[in-house]
């Protein structure tokens, strides 16, 4: 039976993320998960990797005050403060979305303008604001900062696939995960509609689309000359013009899955 080989957090979206033995699964998807983003100032517009390589070097991780402690290379760490239920509003763009969301305040935008080069500001997405989630079957389908969906499962044998097409080793950080799952066949996961972990229940909402940012080292935060591996996936992944590596998941419920639960194929 396949069974979960690793589970992943990104405090701040497009940043460094977390490998972590088990995560709590809330409204939004695993707590904790893309709550943070970074907006360019003037236009609210989200920033991410795929412009910014740069922010591959940026850690955040929670602090005790509920907030976010931010690392980067050559600057002093930054902890930013949870903000308050008062806290300014602003207007931010995420794809199509806008949504009006709380500002981190003004030592976080100085900290992070000049490491990643753009004048920005980091904000946050409080539980009532959250957005529907893409193609919801009710309201009650939310997401914080990602893309589209609360979750992303991607199956080992699938990156495995990859790895012997591309002919050399590919980090599973480049696809941002959440779950990752072992011991079912190279993109098993395409045809799961339902699935069950523990006593957790997840539609299996459709496949994820890839872009450039799965082209830059997680680890140098530099993009590959050969444009590997989308130029390799789109041999044999492509689908009406889109690249597709991995499945979006919509949770059911709320509750705790840990590294080596089994994956029940329910549909």
């Given at each position: 039976?396949?069974?979960?080989?690793?589970?992943?957090?990104?405090p701040?979206?497009?940043?460094?993320?977390?490998?972590?033995?088990?995560?709590?699964?809330?409204?939004?998807?695993?707590?904790?998960d893309?709550?943070?983003?970074?907006?360019?100032?003037a236009?609210?517009?989200?920033?991410?990797?795929?412009a910014?390589?740069?922010?591959?070097?940026?850690l955040a991780?929670?602090?005790?005050?509920?907030?976010?402690?931010?690392?980067?290379?050559?600057l002093?760490?930054?902890?930013?403060?949870?903000?308050s239920?008062?806290?300014?509003l602003r207007g931010?763009?995420?794809?199509?979305?806008m949504?009006?969301?709380s500002?981190?305040?003004?030592?976080?935008?100085?900290?992070?303008?000049?490491?990643i080069?753009?004048?920005?500001?980091?904000v946050?997405?409080?539980?009532?604001?959250?957005?529907?989630v893409?193609?919801?079957?009710?309201?009650e389908e939310?997401?914080a900062?990602?893309?589209?969906?609360?979750?992303?499962?991607?199956?080992?044998a699938s990156?495995?696939?990859?790895?012997?097409?591309?002919?050399?080793?590919l980090?599973?950080r480049?696809?941002r995960?959440?779950?990752?799952?072992?011991?079912?066949?190279a993109?098993?996961?395409?045809?799961?509609t339902r699935?069950?972990?523990?006593d957790?229940?997840?539609?299996v909402?459709?496949?994820?689309s890839?872009c450039?940012?799965?082209?830059?080292d997680?680890?140098?935060?530099e993009r590959?000359?050969?444009?590997?591996?989308?130029?390799?996936?789109k041999?044999?992944r492509?689908?009406?013009?889109?690249?597709?590596?991995?499945?979006?998941?919509?949770?059911e419920?709320?509750?705790r899955?840990?590294?080596?639960?089994?994956?029940e194929i329910?549909?």
């Amino acid at each position: 039976m396949p069974r979960v080989s690793a589970l992943y957090r990104y405090p701040l979206k497009s940043a460094i993320g977390e490998r972590l033995p088990a995560v709590e699964l809330d409204a939004l998807g695993v707590a904790g998960d893309r709550r943070w983003m970074l907006v360019d100032e003037a236009s609210g517009r989200f920033l991410t990797q795929r412009a910014f390589a740069v922010m591959a070097h940026l850690l955040a991780r929670w602090n005790e005050s509920g907030g976010l402690r931010l690392s980067a290379p050559g600057l002093p760490d930054l902890d930013v403060p949870l903000p308050s239920a008062d806290a300014e509003l602003r207007g931010v763009q995420i794809w199509t979305d806008m949504v009006r969301v709380s500002d981190a305040g003004d030592a976080a935008a100085e900290w992070l303008s000049p490491f990643i080069g753009k004048r920005c500001r980091l904000v946050y997405m409080p539980p009532e604001r959250a957005r529907i989630v893409k193609d919801a079957l009710g309201p009650e389908e939310k997401v914080a900062f990602p893309d589209g969906f609360p979750l992303l499962l991607i199956g080992q044998a699938s990156l495995d696939d990859l790895q012997a097409r591309v002919g050399r080793p590919l980090d599973m950080r480049r696809f941002r995960p959440n779950l990752v799952v072992e011991g079912a066949a190279a993109f098993a996961e395409d045809g799961w509609t339902r699935i069950r972990i523990g006593d957790q229940v997840f539609r299996v909402a459709g496949g994820c689309s890839r872009c450039i940012l799965t082209t830059i080292d997680p680890d140098l935060g530099e993009r590959s000359t050969d444009r590997e591996p989308l130029t390799t996936l789109k041999t044999y992944r492509e689908r009406d013009g889109q690249v597709y590596f991995g499945q979006n998941l919509v949770h059911e419920g709320r509750g705790r899955i840990e590294v080596g639960m089994p994956v029940e194929i329910l549909d």
